[in-house]
């Protein structure tokens, strides 16, 4: 059996994500990786590198410059034909892209997998995250897309797999690319950070959200994120939001301040390695699923506890 893999990049770089894709993908076969683009050989050569990967597939043509779904899907079908499996990481770009492919190709979809138990069998989460459920299908072609936090990345080798060129599709012209607005930070990308602090509602204010939590990332070398009430209530931008409608992290040290746990929040940072929880509210749910606790005045805490590291540091 062989996997085909679309690959994430942005015109200069792959994108973590697609290395955790593969990592997943070699649990079904054989992986090819589809690298499309324009004037992107450096990509696939970069894909080219990734252990587990035995082949590239190459499709270079200006309008798949942006990677819009809209291009790629019929890229992705007219190369079905030799493939048991198609899939992508289960991120914005693959979520916009595979539902096309299998309607393309009239085949199901099983999606934001967490484990592969066999070709045909998968576990994945439903209701928000409460209850994982298994997946089996006996369609000879599937289409899939992988939770990147639960799979681990595959490795970068000195050895290169083979690169093919691929004929690119015609132009659909059905829609057409405006513009990207990108947050520019010195910090880590939030689904890709070893240390991520959360905060919430209770913080009070933008100001003091920047103001209680800065300090404690800055010393811990962590992104920032949010809950839905804290970006809903503008303390913190769109992109920070943690959560199930909002990003999907697992990192080793996961710090949730004043974040009262509902279940769509804790869906999306629940397989984080270790979670630390501050609130005042000792009956708090995300204490339910917290490996350390502080029940106390996040105002107190939090400085307190930026000042013991700092200390620790020096």
């Given at each position: 059996?062989?996997?085909?893999?679309?690959?994430?990049?942005?015109?200069?770089?792959?994108?973590?994500?697609?290395?955790?894709?593969?990592?997943?993908a070699?649990?079904?076969?054989e992986?090819?990786?589809?690298?499309?683009?324009?004037?992107?050989?450096?990509?696939?050569?970069?894909?080219s590198?990734?252990?587990?990967?035995s082949k590239?597939?190459?499709?270079?043509?200006?309008?798949?410059?942006?990677?819009?779904?809209?291009?790629?899907?019929p890229?992705?079908?007219?190369?079905?034909?030799?493939?048991?499996?198609?899939?992508?990481?289960?991120?914005?770009?693959g979520?916009?892209?595979?539902?096309?492919?299998?309607?393309?190709?009239?085949?199901?979809?099983?999606?934001?997998?967490?484990?592969?138990?066999?070709?045909?069998?998968?576990?994945?989460?439903?209701y928000?995250?409460?209850?994982?459920?298994?997946?089996?299908?006996?369609?000879?072609?599937?289409?899939?897309?992988?939770?990147?936090?639960?799979?681990?990345?595959?490795?970068?080798?000195n050895?290169?797999?083979?690169?093919?060129?691929?004929?690119?599709?015609?132009?659909?012209?059905?829609?057409?690319?405006?513009?990207?607005?990108?947050?520019?930070?010195?910090?880590?990308?939030?689904?890709?950070a070893?240390?991520?602090?959360?905060?919430?509602?209770?913080?009070?204010?933008?100001?003091?959200?920047?103001?209680?939590?800065?300090?404690?990332?800055?010393?811990?070398?962590?992104?920032?994120?949010?809950?839905?009430?804290?970006?809903?209530?503008?303390?913190?931008?769109?992109?920070?939001?943690?959560?199930?409608t909002?990003?999907i992290?697992?990192?080793?040290?996961?710090?949730?301040?004043?974040?009262?746990?509902?279940?769509?929040?804790?869906a999306?940072?629940?397989?984080?390695?270790?979670?630390?929880?501050?609130?005042?509210?000792?009956?708090a749910?995300?204490?339910?699923?917290?490996?350390y606790?502080?029940?106390?005045?996040?105002?107190?805490?939090?400085?307190?506890?930026?000042d013991?590291?700092?200390?620790?540091?020096?």
């Amino acid at each position: 059996m062989s996997v085909l893999i679309f690959a994430e990049h942005n015109g200069e770089q792959l994108h973590q994500n697609t290395l955790h894709a593969v990592y997943a993908a070699q649990k079904l076969g054989e992986v090819h990786v589809l690298v499309a683009g324009s004037n992107v050989q450096n990509i696939s050569e970069q894909a080219s590198k990734i252990k587990g990967v035995s082949k590239v597939l190459h499709a270079d043509a200006p309008h798949y410059t942006e990677c819009l779904a809209e291009e790629i899907a019929p890229l992705m079908v007219s190369l079905a034909e030799h493939y048991t499996h198609i899939g992508a990481a289960a991120s914005a770009v693959g979520k916009n892209i595979m539902p096309r492919v299998a309607a393309l190709l009239d085949c199901p979809q099983i999606s934001d997998l967490t484990e592969i138990l066999d070709n045909q069998t998968f576990i994945r989460p439903i209701y928000a995250g409460n209850v994982f459920t298994t997946v089996q299908s006996n369609a000879k072609k599937l289409v899939l897309t992988f939770r990147t936090s639960t799979f681990g990345a595959a490795e970068l080798g000195n050895q290169a797999a083979e690169i093919v060129s691929v004929a690119a599709t015609p132009a659909q012209n059905l829609s057409r690319f405006v513009s990207r607005e990108l947050t520019q930070s010195d910090r880590p990308e939030l689904t890709q950070a070893r240390v991520v602090v959360s905060g919430g509602r209770a913080l009070g204010s933008a100001e003091q959200f920047n103001a209680v939590l800065t300090p404690l990332a800055d010393v811990l070398g962590a992104a920032i994120g949010a809950s839905r009430a804290a970006v809903d209530a503008e303390y913190a931008p769109n992109d920070s939001q943690v959560g199930q409608t909002g990003k999907i992290v697992a990192p080793e040290l996961y710090i949730a301040v004043g974040i009262s746990g509902a279940i769509q929040h804790v869906a999306g940072m629940q397989d984080s390695k270790t979670i630390v929880a501050i609130n005042k509210d000792p009956d708090a749910q995300i204490f339910n699923i917290a490996d350390y606790g502080i029940v106390g005045d996040l105002f107190e805490v939090v400085p307190q506890l930026v000042d013991a590291l700092k200390l620790k540091q020096a």
